[in-house]
């Protein structure tokens, strides 16, 4: 199980990127705008250079009420609840003691995920053309939003606060 934690209320806003190359770095890079520089064309499209590719992106932007969220994992787990230790009780119908067998299973440490930025859009990147609807992400995004909303739509309206500022991580 993970749990998300918030480290800064204002964490820093960023635009998630799916290039169509694999780059063997995971983490935080300096990138100058020399090596990345995304020109918006017209709505819902960018195009940009990568190594001399010409790469055209399309931004999805997330449905209201969700945000996405970059988060690091850390060695840290959220403290596991103490219970209280049961005795054992009497009926009045019999006066045998009765013993609770239910005896739950020691629950799944929660590992704590720490968020490190947000974003609203996602560009999916093609080299030259346009992802279209077809593509496996922009597919796959979509349907993870639906599948999202399929099992968090109705409760989160239901407990959605007065001011109605919950938002759903995607």
């Not at 964490?11 to 990345?36: D, E, F, M, Q, S």
């Not at 970059?70 to 609840?81: D, G, H, N």
């Amino acid at each position: 199980m993970l749990a998300l934690q918030r480290v800064d209320e204002k964490a820093n806003k960023r635009t998630a990127n799916i290039l169509p190359c694999r780059i063997h770095h995971n983490g935080p890079t300096k990138v100058t705008k020399r090596y990345w520089s995304p020109q918006i064309e017209k709505e819902g499209t960018t195009t940009s250079y990568f190594r001399g590719r010409k790469l055209r992106g399309k931004v999805i932007t997330l449905p209201a009420g969700y945000r996405g969220v970059v988060a690091k994992s850390t060695e840290r787990y959220l403290p596991q609840p103490i219970k209280p230790q049961e005795s054992p009780t009497y009926t009045a119908v019999d006066e045998d003691i009765e013993i609770a067998d239910d005896e739950e299973e020691p629950s799944e440490p929660v590992r704590i995920l720490e968020e490190t930025s947000t974003f609203e859009d996602i560009i999916v990147w093609g080299h030259d053309i346009l992802p279209t609807i077809e593509d496996p992400f922009v597919k796959g995004i979509e349907e993870w939003i639906s599948f999202a909303e399929a099992i968090h739509g109705d409760r989160a309206k239901d407990h959605q606060p007065a001011g109605g500022d919950e938002k759903k991580s995607a």
